[in-house]
T-cell receptor, first 113, second 112 residues
Framework: EAQVTQNPRYLITVTGKKLTVTCSQN?????MSWYRQDPGLGLRQIYY???????DKGDVPEGYKVSRKEKRNFPLILESPSPNQTSLYFC????????????FGPGTRLTVL | DQQVKQNSPSLSVQEGRISILNCDYT??????FLWYKKYPAEGPTFLIS?????DKNEDGRFTVFLNKSAKHLSLHIVPSQPGDSAVYFC???????????FGKGTKLTVNP
């Protein structure tokens, strides 16, 4: 089954404790992206990757890091989480020039205390 | 600066009637538009899209209309069903870019 998976689905952590949210896709997509969804703000892009070893900032990259060492994986790293990073995070993947349709993972709800 | 705007946070319609969800954009360089549907506890799923060379695209009960001069698009759902109750996001991109700019979403409730 074609899908984007994220882990963990739910996470409660404390300020300053480094964490990684994993994202994996099995559709051989070149493009991957991270979004956060906040009430009243919709979906905002954090980082994206056009292919292996190619990453770039989205609209709200502060406080986040990403890496793309393999085509299928695109982890999101919070080196020192803060309460304002409490949010619902979505990973997505897509194939360039294919109608821009992106496939989203199920989401990771992160709470930073 | 919000480039994609969905000014109605919520919409409630009766089952069987038409649902019309609206979206406005400010960036005239946008040339591809998409609608995504999101159920609680799930990721958004692609619903329908339209290129700027068209003014209408239809897929079953769903039709998207694009008015480039007004920088406005709308999603029509006919007839509406209770299973259509979800949050609908409008998104736009430009020049073949993979980057999508999303609106804030409209929560649709279809009452039986």
């Amino acid at each position: 089954e074609a899908q984007v998976t994220q882990n963990p689905r739910y996470l409660i952590t404390v300020t300053g404790k480094k964490l990684t949210v994993t994202c994996s896709q099995n559709m051989n997509h070149e493009y991957m992206s991270w979004y956060r969804q906040d009430p009243g703000l919709g979906l905002r892009q954090i980082y994206y990757s056009m292919n292996v070893e190619v990453t770039d900032k989205g609209d709200v990259p502060e406080g986040y890091k990403v890496s793309r060492k393999e085509k299928r994986n695109f982890p999101l790293i919070l080196e020192s989480p803060s309460p304002n990073q409490t949010s619902l995070y979505f990973c997505a993947s897509g194939r360039p020039m294919r109608n821009n349709e992106q496939f989203f993972g199920p989401g990771t709800r992160l709470t930073v205390l | 600066d919000q480039q994609v705007k969905q000014n109605s946070p919520s919409l409630s319609v009766q089952e069987g009637r038409i649902s019309i969800l609206n979206c406005d954009y400010t960036n005239s360089m946008f040339d591809y538009f998409l609608w995504y549907k999101k159920y609680p506890a799930e990721g958004p799923t692609f619903l329908i899209s339209i290129s700027s060379i068209k003014d209408k695209n239809e897929d079953g009960r769903f039709t998207v209309f694009l008015n480039k001069s007004a920088k406005h698009l709308s999603l029509h759902i006919v007839p509406s069903q209770p299973g259509d109750s979800a949050v609908y996001f409008c998104a736009a991109s430009q020049g073949g870019s993979e980057k999508l700019v999303f609106g804030k979403g409209t929560k649709l409730t279809v009452n039986p």
